[in-house]
Structures are given as structure tokens and as C-alpha cells.
């Protein structure tokens, strides 16, 4: 998931700048290969300044109250363990996860590049690269991109990124589709106008930008779900006096809500974005965005 961008710990006897000098090299080598993705002097010029520093603070443009601490996600659920959090998922939530992608692949077109934010392992991109001509997929933490890169095999229209969802490196519009799915609006920790803000930036006008969140229909499996990751020492022990109405509360500082219909609403008014609704499976509520021309 995404939020600031980590530097990570460098390995014994490399220096401690190792993990962001390898971003760097990285993200370098990726726009290089795909040059439309980015304009020499042009990437810096939709994003706002220090937008990578926006979080739940006092002063942000939004309710931060169920938000999960900065930095959670890279620092103590990324790479095999954020992977296990999806292998040991029950049936139900299994069901829903597929919902998503397969919503997303109906939407997709086989010339489009699509941009994942908070692409995990690569769970999500690899099946959509299956659909659209590329697949750019970026996340905070450095344990998700190496386990990605090493899972992709020769996938060749699908790579990854270490980036910062609120300060992307990208131009204005070079993306068809833009996806946020899997309750990421919540689960990264960042002022939520800005990560739709800057969604749409890099998204072409008559694009779509697509964020998603959790249906209440589908709380007690969400819930249980969350008790398996306890269980097993993935998160911290549930705190049952605080978790209810959509919020999930653990011990280690862990702590997750969810956006209804009405909170995206409210949201892309705000914003001045037309959008639709779309309650997937009764599962999972997504909100798509058509970003405006000019």
C-alpha cells in the first residue's frame, strides 16, 4: 500500500541510502523505457508542493479518524507478509477480491495503460495486465516492488514502482485508467482529496480514475478476515471495544475504515468530479471518476 515513499534499511555493509538510490535507478530505468509516461521537467508540475508530506494532520481537507497510521503497510505488513494476508483469505472475501478485478477488466480497453496505486505484490496488476496493453503499478514500500518484480516472470507489459501515491513522478494525463481498489482510499494513510487529486492528474481528460472501499454487507467476512491476519501474527490482537460500525481497530496501532456511497459523494462534490457508484458483489463499492478535459 502506498503512503511515503520508504528508503528502507540497507543490507549490511551497503550505505543507508541504498534502498533509495535502487528507486531511483529503477524508476529511472522504467521511464526510459516508456517515455511517454513522463516529460523531461514536466512530472513535478501537477503535483503540489510537498505533497508527499500531506497526512492525517490536523488542518487536512478530510475525516481522518479511520485512517491507518503512516507507514503501517511499509513497515510491518509488506512483501510475504501482506502475501499471506490474501492466501489465508475465506472464501467469501476471496469472492469479492475477484469482483474487483473482474469489474476493472470490464472496463478496461486493450490499448490502455493503467496505473495501480498501492499495487501490492503485483496481485491486482498481473491480472490486468493480462487485458490492457500496460500495466504501471507503484507502492511505498520496498519489500512489495522486489516481490513483485520477482513474481513477474516474464510478463513484459507490466512493471513496478517505488513511489509515492500523492506525489507521483509521472506527467499530467499519461494514463488511461487509474486504480485505487481494496479500500486503499483508507488504507494508506493520506489526505484523501490530494490521493484523488493527484489520481486524476495523471489520468488523461475522458479518463477514468477508480477508487474503491469496503460494502457494510460484507462486514462479518471483513472482520473475519482480519481475525485469520490476527491469528497468525500478521496484525495486531483485534481490540473488540473499538472495532465496530465499518472501523477495524487492532492493538498495534492498526486501524481501518471503510467509505460508503454517500462518502464518495461527498468527496467528488467537493472535488467538482463527476462520478458513478457502482456496489460490486455486494461486496466492495466503486467509485469512478471521469476526469474532465482542460
Known amino acids: 500500500m502506498t503512503g511515503s515513499v520508504s528508503t528502507g534499511t540497507a543490507p549490511p555493509g551497503r550505505p543507508k541510502n541504498f534502498q533509495f538510490a535502487r528507486r531511483l535507478c529503477y524508476t529511472g530505468w522504467c521511464l526510459q523505457k516508456f517515455p511517454a509516461l513522463k516529460d523531461p521537467g514536466e512530472a513535478s508540475q501537477g503535483a503540489p508542493a510537498g505533497a508527499g508530506k500531506y497526512r492525517a494532520q490536523a488542518g487536512s481537507t478530510g475525516d481522518f479518524s479511520d485512517l491507518i497510521p503512516m507507514g503501517y503497510y511499509s513497515e510491518k505488513l509488506a512483501g510475504v507478509r501482506l502475501k499471506k494476508c490474501y492466501d489465508i483469505a475465506p472464501p467469501r472475501i476471496r469472492r469479492y477480491l475477484e469482483a ?95 490521493l484523488v487529486r493527484e489520481a486524476v492528474r495523471v489520468t488523461r481528460p475522458g479518463g477514468r480514475a477508480i477508487f474503491s472501499s469496503y460494502s457494510g454487507l460484507v462486514w462479518d467476512d471483513r472482520l473475519k478476515w482480519f481475525e485469520l491476519q490476527a491469528r497468525d501474527g500478521l496484525l495486531g490482537e483485534i481490540d473488540r471495544e473499538k472495532t465496530g460500525d465499518g472501523v477495524i481497530v487492532c492493538g498495534d496501532g492498526f486501524r481501518a475504515g471503510a467509505m460508503g456511497e454517500n462518502e464518495f459523494a461527498q468527496l467528488c462534490g467537493r472535488l467538482g468530479y463527476e462520478h458513478a457508484i457502482a456496489v460490486v458483489d455486494d461486496s466492495s463499492v466503486m467509485c469512478v471518476l471521469t476526469v474532465p478535459a482542460g
Open 100 to 194: 474487483e478485478i473482474r469489474y476493472l477488466l470490464s472496463l478496461i480497453s486493450p490499448e490502455d495503460t493503467v496505473l495501480e496505486l498501492g499495487c501490492g505484490y503485483g496481485r491486482v496488476a498481473f491480472r490486468l495486465a493480462q487485458k490492457a496493453n500496460r500495466v504501471v503499478g507503484i507502492d511505498n514500500a520496498a519489500e512489495n516492488i522486489e516481490l513483485a518484480i520477482a513474481l513477474k516472470g516474464p510478463v513484459a507489459n507490466c512493471e513496478f514502482l517505488e513511489m509515492d501515491a500523492v506525489a507521483m513522478e509521472f506527467g499530467d494525463g499519461r494514463f488511461d485508467l487509474t486504480v485505487c481498489i481494496q479500500n486503499g482510499i483508507c488504507a494508506f494513510g493520506v489526505d484523501r482529496e490530494l
